[in-house]
């Protein structure tokens, strides 16, 4: 899958409320967050709804979350149940009053209880499950538990933006008398931020449509161990050429991010300039992104 941003543009995703499938012995309550936009660190809610007749209290039992393919997890620590004004982690009960328990939920009263999800930039792509219990006990002591699914799809996301703002990459260093290239007097950056493998595009526009030669423009990224820079020679109105390509830059032990942007240095040149007409060129440099599988 991939998905594709133009550079100061990012993301809108939805978070879908949860789905649920009736109580029963063989079916469990699914609890699905069917988007997942983690590009910030932020806190999810959805509703659902529990049989509460006869019960005095409840508690949640489950562990991490988890993608099978890849062994990723959402820590359990991350996820709690609020019910009227209660918030309870991993086995806390809490506790129904007596009007409360005599109400007995059905499809026409929802939203008796809100499962909260903590995300952070640092989560990875994928699908994340985790089995909950809800124990249900009596005011006679009297025990039922109702089987839970929680289903999580946390997608790519990716976002790029300049590292200064109004950047201009002015090209007309010569270096020696005689040299037939023209350099760029400073390089430009962009920052790049992905919880995914990504690449990075670029293309030029220019003015130079009543030129027989369109101006090449020789593109050079600055190596760095943060990603795999590409040199590409773009001529304007081509497509957009493949200039960098790295792994995702928000990392962590998914409690936190100890990185987010990643900064590509970009610096150019006119290869052979003596070739094309003397004068002032106005270009403008478009940059895309994508996401790739992890």
């Not at 409840?58 to 019910?83: E, K, M, W």
């Not at 670029?202 to 590409?230: C, F, N």
Request: proline letters at 8%.
């Amino acid at each position: 899958m991939q998905k594709k941003i133009l550079v100061l543009v990012c993301f809108s995703l939805l978070i879908t409320l949860l789905s649920l499938t009736p109580v029963s012995a063989a079916s469990p309550v699914v609890l699905n967050f069917r988007v997942t936009d983690t590009s910030e660190t932020r806190s999810a809610s959805s509703p659902f709804t529990l049989p509460l007749e006869g019960v005095e209290r409840i508690s949640f039992l489950y562990s991490d979350a988890i993608d099978h393919s890849t062994g990723q997890i959402i820590p359990a620590g991350r996820i709690s149940f609020t019910h009227h004004q209660q918030t309870v982690s991993a086995g806390q009960a809490l506790e129904i009053s007596p009007d409360q328990r005599s109400q007995g939920i059905s499809p026409e009263q929802p939203g008796a209880f809100t499962i909260n999800i903590m995300f952070f930039p640092s989560d990875l792509p994928g699908k994340y499950e985790a089995i909950i219990e809800a124990v249900c006990q009596s005011a006679g002591g009297e025990e039922k538990r109702l089987p839970l699914l929680l289903k999580i799809n946390v997608l790519p996301w990716i976002k790029l933006k300049s590292a200064i703002p109004n950047q201009t990459l002015i090209i007309d260093q010569v270096s020696f008398r005689g040299d037939t290239e023209i350099k760029a007097r400073h390089p430009v950056s962009i920052l790049v931020a992905s919880n995914a493998p990504w690449r990075l595009y670029m293309k030029i526009d220019s003015g130079l449509t009543g030129h027989r030669k369109p101006i090449p423009i020789a593109l050079s990224v600055l190596p760095s161990t943060a990603y795999e820079g590409l040199n590409a020679s773009i001529y304007p109105y081509e497509d957009y050429k493949l200039v960098a390509a790295g792994p995702p830059t928000v990392v962590g032990d998914r409690s936190g991010s100890v990185g987010y942007w990643t900064e590509l240095v970009l610096s150019a040149e006119i290869p052979n300039a003596h070739l094309y007409p003397a004068g002032q060129y106005t270009f403008i440099l478009s940059f895309s992104a994508i996401t790739l599988e992890p």
